[in-house]
């Protein structure tokens, strides 16, 4: 029953700095190449009609991309991908309106305009996006939230909302286990719970179920349930209908249509031979001597690893340790003894995973998916976390989505981490789309110029 007062209003500033960014740029473009239409009265009269078009297509489209409907834990790069799905859209959209309607308005040099509004609205969105995040960080538009039924997955959720603390969530504990309904109404209103986070896997009798819903429904207090990662159901269906009967169908997912595939695959090709050709045909020769001229072994490191469908095939990486009996069954660990100083190098930058782009050719990899682990933490993991399988059923990626989020490499509390990764790749099985590939990509080029932190 915490009272949020001003998301809208914060929501409508940002459509309209938006719109006066798109007003501005539209205008610019107007009069550098319409001189003698600067002063032309009748014209600018006429022209006050385009722009409020321009507008409403703005916002109209803005209802399919979701470009406004910024959830707290929201990343940046769905963030990106949402932003770069609406300008394409709408650029797509000015095409056509002006091919329509031959307005001199709208048939600027389509070109330099589309930059232009491109780095303008990205930049003004991510100055306000990470404005947004950095207020939240200091405590300011946080939301109180709770927990009950506490379980693993609840406990995943709470360390992401302890380490993210640009999501603005402030946690409350509710020490009591039994629920009695006036002692949880007042911990609401004494500490102003605005979400309830319920575990699926609750420990409480339906009629104890139907009460918390209940009460949450007439104290205004969101519910949101935490379903188990281990609960196949969340993973394997989709809720449809048949009229109005809703139905549960086991789920299709992007890649499995044959045109995503398609499109998929085909840039995995085109981009892995720019690559070879391009970076790795004189880079290959001078990383491959400077392993060798630093320690004795091999160029490559070859590991067994699952692909698609947990097929087994022949990871390639560049060798970054001595060669030892253990590669093939222990992580790498903190300061870890077997990394030769280059390799330590290559595993900062990620150049270790370039002779990858030929598995990528092989069809064994793509350029972006779930990455592939050794055998051993597949046989390991796979029992102990539900669903694990499922990133298998896209081919696995010389980069990926848990990667670019910070969730690579053994570190912390490993069981939780693994969880993670394996809920960020099972996200993105779910929710591929060509343009996810390419922020995922940017956002590794980005990682490969500055070094991955979290890489050993």
């Not at 859209?89 to 330099?112: A, E, P, T």
């Not at 404005?131 to 009950?148: A, E, P, Q």
């Not at 379903?227 to 789920?251: E, H, N, R, V």
């Not at 990528?360 to 390991?380: F, W």
Request: net charge positive.
């Amino acid at each position: 029953m915490q009272r949020i007062r001003y998301s809208r209003y914060v929501k409508s500033i940002i459509i309209l700095l938006d719109l006066m960014v798109i007003a501005s740029i539209f205008i610019f473009f107007f009069i550098s190449r319409n001189e003698s239409l600067r002063y032309h009265q009748e014209t600018w009269y006429q022209n006050i009609f385009s722009l409020v078009l321009l507008f409403l297509f703005w916002i109209l489209l803005s209802g399919r991309t979701k470009i406004y409907n910024i959830q707290r834990n929201l990343t940046y790069t769905l963030f990106l991908e949402r932003l770069l799905i609406h300008f394409l859209f709408f650029i797509l959209g000015v095409l056509l309106i002006g091919k329509v309607s031959r307005n001199v308005f709208f048939n600027s040099d389509i070109y330099w305009l589309s930059f232009y509004l491109f780095f303008f609205i990205f930049f003004a969105k991510s100055v306000i996006y990470f404005s947004i995040k950095y207020f939240r960080s200091l405590g300011i538009n946080y939301r109180n939230v709770m927990f009950l039924g506490e379980t693993g997955s609840t406990e995943i959720l709470k360390n992401i909302f302890k380490d993210r603390r640009d999501y603005g969530y402030r946690i409350f504990e509710y020490e009591n286990s039994d629920i009695h309904p006036h002692e949880l109404v007042g911990f609401w209103k004494n500490n102003g719970i605005h979400t309830l986070f319920l575990s699926t896997e609750n420990p409480y009798s339906d009629d104890v179920e139907k009460e918390i819903f209940k009460l949450a429904e007439d104290n205004k207090v969101h519910v949101s349930l935490i379903p188990s990662i281990t609960q196949s159901d969340f993973f394997l269906y989709d809720l449809g209908y048949i009229q109005t009967q809703p139905i549960l169908s086991q789920a299709k997912y992007p890649l499995d249509y044959y045109s995503n595939f398609l499109v998929k695959r085909t840039f995995d090709i085109a981009f892995s031979i720019t690559i070879l050709v391009l970076l790795c045909s004189w880079l290959f020769p001078i990383i491959a001597l400077l392993i060798k001229a630093t320690s004795k072994g091999p160029v490559f490191f070859v590991q067994k690893r699952y692909g698609f469908h947990e097929e087994v095939f022949s990871c390639l990486k560049f060798r970054t340790m001595v060669v030892n009996e253990e590669s093939s069954t222990k992580t790498t660990a903190e300061n870890d003894s077997r990394i030769t100083k280059i390799g330590k190098f290559l595993r900062k930058t990620s150049l270790d995973e370039l002779p990858q782009f030929i598995n990528v050719l092989n069809g064994e990899m793509s350029i972006v998916g779930p990455r592939p682990h050794m055998l051993a933490v597949d046989n390991y993991y796979k029992p102990k976390i539900g669903r694990y399988s499922l990133r298998s059923m896209v081919s696995p990626g010389i980069t990926g989505l848990a990667q670019v989020s910070g969730l690579r490499g053994d570190y912390g509390d490993v069981e939780v981490e693994m969880k993670k990764r394996i809920l960020a790749d099972t996200f993105y099985v779910r929710n591929w789309s060509f343009v996810l590939d390419l922020v995922i990509i940017l956002k590794t080029v980005l990682l490969v110029i500055g070094g991955d932190k979290n890489a050993k």
